[in-house]
Structures are given as structure tokens and as C-alpha cells.
């Protein structure tokens, strides 16, 4: 019996993959690089509901969080120091939280003591995770003026993160910035 070595079946599962996205059309998943953004849509604290769809034309920073998740509190400075920066120039910063139904104060409370002034979405339900494919929290998404996915993260994100920031300009220059 033979056994094959992990690299060897990685390397030909990613061969197999690449073989069927491109007799495929090559089209990545919804959420991913490269893709059209997913039909999403959600309520605000204050109740209203609002669409990925509705921003077309803005290029939209998209990052899911939740009040109970470390990293998440670690990077709302950095979401809201890209929001002080970028807004001015036409990028919208969302917050998507997941906390649990009924958790509405909790968000409100958490926004008021992190001075977060961007917009904030709930989906207790988590559809933006099923929509974007998220493997957890927090995950971020670059979405362009055009509706594509031009850049995601999981993991705490950077205000100063260079990737970020290049991608953030280029849809920003694409927006008619």
C-alpha cells in the first residue's frame, strides 16, 4: 500500500481545482477576489434596511465583527482611523456585526465606547458570513464601485497595512476620486 505525502496531494488537489475553475469559466466563488459581491443586505441599529447594492458606485470597506471577539475590539481604532481618512474621498466603512438576535444594545453600547462613527449593520442570523463565505470573525472585505471583491482579510486588519491601503486607492480612482 502506498501513501501519498501532504505536499503531493495539496499540489494535485490544486491542480485538480485550477482544472475545474477553468472548464468552469474560471469564475471565482461569490465574495472572493475577483468576484462580483454578493446580494446582501441588512438593518442599521436604528432599524432600516439597507443593501451592498444600494452603494454601487462607492467602493465599500466591509468587515464583519462581533462585541465578543478580541481581535475584532483590537481593530475598530483601525477601521475608524481608515473611515476619518478615506470617507473624505468617497469609501464607505460598514461594520457588519453577528452578534446574537437581541444583542442590539450591546452593539450600541460597544459603537458609543470605541467613538465608532461609521456605519453599523446587524445580522444576528449571520448571512453576510454564508454570502461572503467568511471563516470567521473579524473578516474583511474590499468591495469596488463596480461591485467586485478587489481585496479580503481575515484576521485583525491595519490601518497602515500597505496591501490595504494600495487596494482602497485604486478603488477610489476608480470611483472618480
Given at each position: 500500500m502506498s501513501t501519498v505525502k501532504p505536499k503531493r496531494l495539496a499540489r494535485s488537489l490544486g491542480i485538480l481545482f485550477a482544472g475545474?475553475?477553468?472548464a468552469c469559466g474560471g469564475a471565482s466563488p461569490p465574495g472572493?477576489?475577483?468576484?462580483?459581491?454578493?446580494?446582501?443586505?441588512?438593518?442599521?441599529?436604528a432599524g432600516d434596511s439597507v443593501a451592498l447594492a444600494d452603494w454601487r458606485g462607492d467602493a465599500?470597506?466591509?468587515?464583519?465583527?462581533?462585541t465578543w471577539c478580541p481581535p475584532c475590539r483590537e481593530e475598530i481604532p483601525e477601521l475608524q482611523a481608515l473611515h476619518e481618512t478615506y470617507a473624505p474621498r468617497g469609501l464607505r466603512v460598514v461594520g457588519v456585526s453577528v452578534d446574537a438576535a437581541g444583542a442590539d444594545r450591546t452593539v450600541r453600547e460597544f459603537v458609543h465606547e470605541f467613538g465608532v462613527d461609521y456605519q453599523i449593520l446587524r445580522?444576528?442570523?449571520e448571512r453576510v458570513s454564508v454570502a461572503f463565505a467568511t471563516r470567521g470573525v473579524p473578516t474583511t472585505?474590499?468591495?469596488g464601485p463596480e461591485g467586485t471583491v478587489l481585496w479580503r482579510h481575515l484576521g485583525p486588519i491595519?490601518?497602515?497595512?500597505?496591501?490595504?491601503?494600495?487596494?482602497?486607492?485604486?478603488?477610489?480612482s476608480v470611483s472618480g476620486d
Open positions: 475545474l475553475a477553468a472572493q477576489v475577483g468576484a462580483p459581491a454578493p446580494d446582501y443586505a441588512a438593518t442599521t441599529l465599500v470597506l466591509l468587515n464583519i465583527w462581533a445580522d444576528p442570523a472585505v474590499l468591495v491595519r490601518a497602515d497595512d500597505p496591501a490595504l491601503r494600495e487596494a482602497i486607492d485604486q478603488a477610489l
